[in-house]
């Protein structure tokens, strides 16, 4: 979603319907590998995110706290408001795999930013010592300076893809 919205020269007004829930907040970081489709790809932004993976919003902001885009959803509804305007897709996946050209999880990242895993899909735990965490959905969640605010979620098959969250405590 981040290579789509850094372009953006213009900032992005917030939605007018508040999301009642716990706010998550930080710096979000996402990269993506180089594979034979395309070339390497990485991306950060300010983030905060509301709601939960029914209803909810992600809202990518400047350093200096500019939106630069925000993503909202409901059942049946997935907006992505951006200074270009708004496109609507038929769920988040369809909106991450069309931004960033891999799908990212993010009903998944309400849970794995608590450093816990999604109950919508089996997990396992991270048997590596010093290393807490879990696998889940093809992605491997590190949790290992959870207590410094920093959850790394790394999908290994190609094209790597790694989500990197530093929360603000």
Known sequence: MAALVMTACASVPRGAEPVVADTLSGRLAVRVEASDRAAARSENAAFELQGNAQAGRLSLSTPLGSVLAQARWAPGSVVLATPQGE??????????????????????????????PWTGAPSVATVTPGEPGFAQLGWSVSLARFDDGLVVAKRGSAPVVTVRAKLDR
Do not use: H, Q
């Not at 038929?90 to 794995?112: C, I, K, M």
């Open 87 to 116: 496109r609507r897709f038929t769920d988040l996946d369809g909106l991450t795999r069309e931004v960033l050209g891999e799908s990212v999880p993010v009903v998944a990242l309400f849970d794995w930013l608590r450093g816990r």
